[in-house]
Nanobody
């Protein structure tokens, strides 16, 4: 599945960003049942889960982002969003979009950089 991320950038601590990830070549009947979400990778660290949302809109968040980040999806646009508020330097990293279904191997976007200076 082809995934296109956008919305990363440089933001001061306490600021906000909204990431978007589209699946423009995926039909809705494939996208709607999928679990989609975001992972991130900081320099020198392993990729880690940030947030996921299932087809039933059940959400999972990393403890480090609970209360600050909100994940949502719009199946009609085949898009998942990550609203990030109260950003901290520890949130710096490359954010990768993720999609998985019961019939397809996991797919990843190319990544978008989020930088929060310390």
């Amino acid at each position: 599945v082809y995934l296109v991320e956008s919305g990363g950038g440089l933001v001061q601590p306490g600021g906000s960003l909204r990431l978007s990830c589209r699946a423009p070549r995926t039909i809705t009947s494939v996208y709607a049942p999928a679990t989609v979400g975001w992972y991130r990778q900081a320099p020198g660290k392993q990729r880690e889960l940030v947030a996921l949302i299932t087809s039933d809109r059940i959400t999972t968040y990393a403890d480090s982002v609970k209360g600050r980040f909100t994940i949502s999806r719009d199946n009609s646009r085949k898009t998942v969003y990550l609203q990030m508020n109260g950003l901290k330097p520890d949130d710096t990293g490359v954010y990768y979009c993720y999609l998985a279904t019961s019939n397809l191997a996991a797919s990843w976007g190319q990544g978008t950089q989020v930088s929060v200076p310390g």
